[in-house]
Every structure is written in C-alpha cells, then in structure tokens.
C-alpha cells in the first residue's frame, strides 16, 4: 500500500512539473528571437541606406578616377588627374569663396538675426503666436517656390525691388539685384536669410523655453539687469542649441543647390556658382562625369571633415556625461 501510494505521488508530482527546454536553451531562444526582432526593424533601413547613399558614394569615388563622359565603358583611368584639375580650376576655386563667403554670413549675420527674434518673441507680447507663425512661413515653402518668387521680385525693371529701390533714392541698384557679379550674392544671402531664419528661430526659441525661469529670476533678485542675465545667463544655457543651430547653418551654406539653380544658375559669369551646381553642371551639361564626381567627392569629403571636427571639438561639451562607454545612458 505504501509503495502505491508513493508512486502515485511521483506520477502526479511529474505531471505537475513544466515540460520545457533547459534554462540555457530559453535564454539563447530568447536572445535569438530580441536579435530577429532588432534584424527585421533594422534590415529595411540599413538595406535603403546601402542602396541610396553607401553605393552612390563608392561609384562617384570610382567614377572620380576616369575620365568619362557617362555613356560607354569607363576605359580612360586618369588617377589623380580629375584631382589635380581641381586646384587649377578657377571655377572650383570660385565656388569654395562663395561658400565660405555664405558660411561667415550666415553665422555672423542670420543666426544673430534669428535669435534676436527668438528672444523677442518669448517675452509676453500680444499677438506673439501669429509673428512666430509669419516668421516660420517662410521655412515651409519649398526652394523652387522661393527661387520663383524672389525672381519676380528682382525682375529687372518690373520687380517689386527696383521699386523699392527707385523710392529709396537707391537707382544704381536698379536692374543689378541678380544681374551683376558685385550684386547677386549679398542677393542670395537675403533670400536666404528670409528662408532659413525663421528654422533657427524656431530652435532657439525651444531653447529659450527650456531654460528655468527660476535661474532668471535668482539672477534678477541679485541685481542682474536684461544684457547680464542674457550676458551671463541666457546665453551660457543656449549654447546647445546655438551650436547645434550653427552646424546646420555651416552645412546647408556648404551643400546649396536648388535655390541658387533657380534663381541664378550660378551666374552671372560664374559669380554665383556653388560646388553642388558644378557637379550639376559638368555631370548633366558638359557631360563631364568624371569630374564631376571628383568634384562631389570633394564636397562630401568638406562636410565629413567639418561633421566630424564640430563634434568632436565643438559639440563634445555638449556630450560629456551623456552617453557612456558601455553604450549605456
């Protein structure tokens, strides 16, 4: 009776106990099915960005070494040679004096245009919601749209400008706003400025809000007027958002195309020209693939460079005790 009893207690004690893998086999199940999961939301994404930016870059860095005119097989291997032509262009020299020509415009200029307006526009001013809307406008419109518009405006005897500039005593600029070399890229800029402002504005603006009001109002306790709490306060906690507001600043200056096409195609005489629109215009209208491509892979190599010393240099303060070693945060 005793023994029966005890192996009917052993049955029920083995029907009552999981049936299953041992732990080391759940835990590596486990780990497999986490690592599909990450596979099957990663895949797509790195697959479209083999695709549409590793592989672009490779075939103009091969293209770069030949001299091909984008039809037939590429048999005229030059080297360095589409290199070379480069410090000899005075075309490609140009465009690189026109870009850092947009670049210290656009930090001096439009960026402390744009956060005067950001800091204007977060005090309590009526109708301060509809500014900022007007003010942001601008950005949402496309660059074809604004390249139209402003060409209208800078017709030549019939725009808008010529005008303005006829009211204002001001008749030597009539008829040169796009038209001549001295001109066209304080023009440029303006456009510029009245498109991408209003972005960085924006961003400073979010900035502004995210900063304490009791830090202004301790400061403002211990006697601290309006310039010293921007001065010392203000400021000082912007500085994120101002670098980060800078480096798309630096890029976009660097990388223009479609607003300049547009308006000016880089003319007149070249004086407008940018390193994108030289690609555009050896790679599709000289058919100078080639080098064009040479000269792409110029201008991806500038924004690697900056990218990577601005972070490094510039944005590290930015990153210390944000991120660390293991990954973790």
Not at 37 to 54: E, G, I, N, T, Y
Not at 61 to 84: A, E, H, L, Q, R
Not at 89 to 102: A, K, P, R, S, T
Not at 141 to 160: Q, R
Request: aromatic share 12%; charged share 10%.
């Amino acid at each position: 009776m005793p023994s029966s009893v005890s192996t009917l207690t052993e049955e029920r004690t083995q029907d009552a106990l999981p049936v299953g893998p041992p732990a080391p086999a759940r835990s590596l199940l486990r780990g497999l099915h986490s690592w599909a999961s990450v596979a099957w939301f990663l895949v797509p994404a790195l697959a479209l960005f083999l695709v549409f930016v590793l592989a672009p870059i490779a075939v103009a860095v091969c293209t770069g070494f030949f001299k091909w005119s984008g039809t037939g097989p590429m048999d005229d291997f030059v080297g360095i040679g589409n290199y070379v032509r480069l410090l000899d262009d005075q075309v490609f020299l140009g465009d690189l004096g026109h870009g850092l020509y947009l670049i210290v415009l656009s930090v001096t200029v439009q960026l402390p245009f744009a956060l005067f307006t950001a800091v204007l526009l977060n005090q309590r001013l009526r109708g301060r919601a509809v500014y900022r809307m007007l003010f942001f406008a601008p950005y949402i419109l496309s660059e074809v749209v604004t390249a139209v518009l402003f060409t209208m405006i800078f017709l030549p005897g019939a725009g808008m400008a010529d005008h303005l500039a006829g009211a204002l005593g001001l008749e030597g600029l009539r008829g040169k706003w796009l038209a001549d070399p001295s001109t066209v890229m304080p023009t440029l800029f303006v456009v510029m400025t009245w498109k991408y402002f209003g972005f960085h504005m924006m961003l400073f603006l979010a900035g502004l809000q995210g900063i304490p009001g009791e830090i202004l109002e301790a400061a403002s306790i211990d006697g601290a007027g309006v310039w010293q709490r921007f001065r010392h306060v203000t400021l000082p906690l912007l500085g994120p958002t101002i670098r980060i507001s800078a480096f798309l600043s630096v890029i976009g200056a660097i990388q223009l195309f479609d607003l300049v096409w547009v308006m000016t195609a880089g003319g007149p005489n070249h004086s407008s020209e940018t390193m994108a629109i030289s690609v555009f215009q050896f790679g599709f209208k000289r058919y100078q693939v080639g080098y064009a491509s040479a000269i792409s892979v110029v201008l991806f190599m500038i924004s690697l460079v900056f990218s990577l010393f601005y972070q490094r240099y510039v944005l590290r303060r930015d990153l210390v005790g944000a991120v660390t070693p293991g990954g973790g945060r």
